[in-house]
């Protein structure tokens, strides 16, 4: 053999010998009669090695070309733009691709484009040939050559209906079915060039977990008219990691449509009692407690503003303090409330208490008519019953009966009754909790939070009307 068929024998590329000895003969030509066959030949061996990536994952931003093995995961639709200065419209296809190290969107341009929406579908396996660069949603190749290979394998599993487990950094032109678990406000910033931009949060959820949805601009407005509770479809997002988290990302190519289907959303909780300081968990419990908002100011100039809640499961309680917007959420007394991504933090009189920031979402596991939902259900399973026990199933305070011992009293029901407990609402109704029950109680006397007090009064749908308070 010569000296060009010696290098490509030694190449291994998936590249036809006449294509590398014609390419040999360029670069001789090319250099002017500088380097022989032998030294073009390994010039063109070392520039295809430099194409070649293992997988997806080796792909980087800066590459001149690569060629690679992938298989379809989804195909999005065809996109027609008009061409300065030319009278024939251009035509764009992205196709996101994977295989076993991650997943890249490759766009396809003009007839390339419009061929391939016709006749790829997810599971095709491709070679790819072409140029990384920085795209609408990150790191895409823009395609010089494809071709399908029906013979090659590639590990991975098509995905035409995203779940949340399945979502990937770099993937795109994700569809995904879930459940609203909480919604933000819009809020504006200045972009470089001097516009404004709008941006907005909400957090959804389906069977295998749940994952923050960031919506930009035009498509920032949609949190208004969505709520918790709603099934919503997710159509063409592009996944993004913050602070170490994936995040959906949505904008002017994207939509968000409110579905009839039934999502279910089943949240994994940790018992209050085994909260440790600076975890970040989820906790869920019945409402015990709230407290009215305030407003504060910030070193730079701002307000600030947070109400706390507390809350009880079958463990213990503990006090969640809501900060900016969730400090506006509706929560009542009774409610059977899920907080997601919460910090535990050195509270009050050196007691743990739940920080519900900016990462965090609030869902109010109650439907329409008061009664426990589905989730709600499955909220009290994960945390123990939650603590739930305290309230009846149309979701109103609800006092437990009197022990029979007459350590808290004895009464028939409707009787006089006895309680002495600690005051864990200062408002109307009082709450008062001796460890194990929670009562709610009616008096004009001024308590305060903390204070241990006994009451005395005629007990009526779980409510004590006080005659006595000492």
Do not use: C
Request: a negative charge.
């Amino acid at each position: 053999m010569g000296a060009i068929e010696d290098v490509y024998e030694d190449l291994d590329a998936d590249v036809p010998f006449e294509e590398f000895e014609a390419a040999v003969e360029q670069k001789v030509e090319d250099m002017g009669g500088l380097a022989d066959e032998e030294t073009a030949a390994m010039l063109i061996a070392h520039e295809l090695r430099d194409e070649e990536v293992n997988g997806v994952a080796d792909i980087e931003p800066g590459m001149d070309e690569v060629k690679f093995l992938a298989k379809v995961m989804t195909v999005g639709e065809v996109r027609t733009f008009e061409r300065d200065g030319e009278d024939e419209d251009g035509h764009v296809l992205n196709v996101e691709v994977a295989d076993e190290s991650g997943r890249i969107t490759v766009s396809l341009w003009d007839n390339v484009a419009v061929d391939a929406k016709e006749h790829l579908s997810p599971g095709d396996v491709l070679r790819i040939m072409g140029r990384p660069k920085e795209g609408y949603s990150g790191l895409e190749v823009a395609v010089d050559k494809v071709e399908p290979d029906d013979d090659a394998e590639v590990n991975v599993e098509a995905v035409e209906q995203y779940r949340v487990e399945d979502l990937t950094m770099g993937a795109s032109d994700v569809d995904l079915l879930g459940k609203v678990l909480d919604v933000d406000t819009v809020r504006t910033f200045d972009r470089d060039d001097g516009s404004e931009g709008k941006v907005s949060n909400m957090t959804v959820g389906d069977e295998t977990g749940r994952v923050r949805v960031t919506m930009w601009d035009e498509m920032a407005d949609r949190v208004e008219e969505l709520e918790a509770g709603r099934s919503v479809e997710i159509v063409d997002g592009y996944v993004r990691e913050r602070d170490g988290s994936l995040e959906l990302h949505v904008g002017s190519r994207g939509a968000i449509d409110e579905v009839d289907e039934d999502v279910e959303y089943v949240p994994e909780t940790t018992d209050i009692a085994d909260l440790e300081l600076d975890d970040v968990v989820d906790i869920a419990g019945g409402v015990i407690e709230t407290s009215e908002k305030r407003t504060f100011d910030r070193d730079d100039g701002s307000q600030g503003q947070v109400r706390n809640v507390r809350i009880k499961d079958d463990t213990g309680e503990i006090r969640v303090a809501l900060w900016g917007d969730k400090a506006d959420r509706d929560i009542d007394l009774a409610d059977r409330v899920v907080f997601t991504d919460v910090e535990i933090q050195d509270g009050w009189q050196d007691d743990l208490e739940a920080s519900a920031g900016w990462r965090s979402s609030v869902s109010v596991l109650e439907d329409a008519a008061g009664g426990a939902s589905a989730a709600g259900d499955a909220a009290d399973r994960d945390a123990g019953q939650g603590g739930l026990d305290s309230f009846d199933a149309g979701g109103t305070a609800a006092a437990a009966t009197a022990e029979a011992d007459g350590a808290d009293g004895d009464a028939d029901e409707g009787g006089v009754v006895e309680f002495t407990g600690t005051v864990v609402q200062a408002g109307d109704p009082v709450v008062l909790d001796d460890g194990t029950q929670t009562r709610s109680v009616n008096t004009s006397a001024k308590l305060r939070l903390g204070e241990e007090v006994t009451v005395r009064g005629v007990e009526s749908d779980g409510t004590i009307d006080a005659d006595d308070v000492f």
